[in-house]
């Protein structure tokens, strides 16, 4: 099998689809591997680390996925790129909700097949694959760091020749896999940290961290199909956004991550809420993305609402791109392996876990 990883152009993308380590297995196991030049740069892989595991270096975009059969690309490709992919090959990627449709469906139309990443089942036997854990984890651990470094305070208590300071209080709004490797951080930075999610089960993990558990008493579990949260009624919607506002007044920073899947974030800290925040404390919303858990959230911005600061921060993962890399690498040359038969590409549409990645035609138009 001949696989293709171009180099990404998309803006703030600095990962790489598959890193040295990947590509040495898949020659080991018999495909032939072509990077682009300076594909894996950003991420702090350069050419060479590819060489040494065998891969073939090309020139540019054309070169690199001429006659591939699985093109590897983190974001799609760019509308004029299109053409240079083979017709009857495939291409997988993180492909995002709603992002460049226009793209796939010329990819559609011209016969190539497309995995999106972000479908993977979530279940056990899909979790080495799953690339929206192993991304989450990423900018978990960045919102922490992006909110400590936006606050005028220090997190750890201190206890110094000038004085004790006391520690910062961190607040986190979903405990999925964002939200607790969020947790994870903060502690390790030696915040005072609480967390707060709908489904009941997270509050185990919110304490299995060293973390309090905000309790609102919703009148029941919101936990839905597959460990999911559901969407709220109006009357625990309001709630959740009293018990949030009482609790975050006290708090320094808050790191929100709190969604619904195929649906808008919901929301959480209302503007009452923020305003009744102290001056200097830091919101940091990982749910930017798909609306935000705030209602002054702006995506890819820094609002500024009477001095607390709401940071909407986007493509978090790609500012840890080393490792974000070796994750999503990993996670795809699990899914390689998975639709790898005698050596050629299968990807069986009724494959419990390809059948669910498979962009099929009626998304694209
Ligand atoms: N392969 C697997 O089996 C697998 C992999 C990853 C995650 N999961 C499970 O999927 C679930 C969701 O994980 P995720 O990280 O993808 O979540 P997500 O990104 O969809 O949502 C983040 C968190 O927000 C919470 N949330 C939603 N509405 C909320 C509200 N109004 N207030 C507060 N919190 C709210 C959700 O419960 C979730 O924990 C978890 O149970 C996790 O264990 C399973």
């Known amino acids: 099998m001949r696989i293709a990883v171009p180099r990404e152009r998309a803006p703030r993308e600095s990962r790489v689809a598959l890193v040295p380590e990947s590509v040495a297995k898949l020659i080991k196991s018999g495909s032939s591997v072509t990077v682009e030049h300076d594909a894996g740069l950003a991420a702090g892989f350069p050419d060479t680390q590819y060489t040494t595991a065998g891969a073939t270096i090309a020139a540019d975009f054309a070169a690199t996925v001429s006659g591939a059969d699985l093109v590897c690309q983190v974001q799609p490709p760019e509308s004029h790129e299109v053409a240079a992919i ?4 495939a291409i997988v990627g993180y492909w995002q909700p709603g992002g460049a449709p226009e793209v796939l469906t010329a990819l559609g139309a011209r016969g190539v097949r497309m995995v999106a990443l972000e479908r993977v089942p979530r279940i056990t036997r899909a ?3 799953d690339v929206l854990s192993s991304q ?12 400590a470094s936006a606050l005028p305070k220090m997190l750890p208590m201190l206890t110094t020749a000038a004085g004790t300071l006391a520690p910062a209080k961190v607040f986190v709004i979903g405990a999925g896999v964002a939200g607790l490797q969020a947790i994870a951080t ?9 967390g707060f ?16 558990p905000l309790k609102i008493d919703l009148g029941g579990d919101a936990e839905g199909g597959g460990g999911y949260a559901k969407a709220q009624s109006d009357d625990q919607a309001r709630l959740t956004q009293e018990g949030i506002a009482k609790h975050i007044a006290g ?9 619904i899947p195929g649906k808008r974030a919901p929301i959480l800290i209302t503007e009452n809420a923020v305003r ?9 919303d990982l749910a930017a993305e798909t609306g ?11 609002v500024d609402v009477g001095g607390v600061q709401v940071i909407g921060p986007l493509g978090l993962a790609s500012t840890a791109p080393f490792h974000a890399s070796q994750m999503l690498s990993r996670n795809i040359l699990t899914f390689i392996t998975h639709v790898t038969k005698d050596n050629a590409l299968n990807l069986d549409a009724s494959d419990e876990i390809t059948g669910a990645m498979l962009v099929k035609p009626e998304v694209t138009r």
């Open 86 to 89: 083979p017709q009857g090959g």
């Open 197 to 212: 999610d709908v489904r009941v089960a997270a509050q185990e993990q919110i304490q299995s961290l060293g973390a309090t």
């Open 186 to 194: 903060a502690k390790r930075l030696g915040a005072v940290v609480s």
């Open 276 to 284: 009744g925040m102290k001056t200097g404390s830091v919101i940091v």
């Open 127 to 129: 979790q080495s694959m």
């Open 136 to 147: 989450a984890t990423v900018a978990g651990y960045k919102a922490v760091l992006l909110g």
């Open 292 to 302: 935000g858990n705030c209602e002054f959230t702006k995506a890819g911005e820094t």
């Open 251 to 259: 708090v320094d920073l808050v790191i929100t991550t709190a969604a």
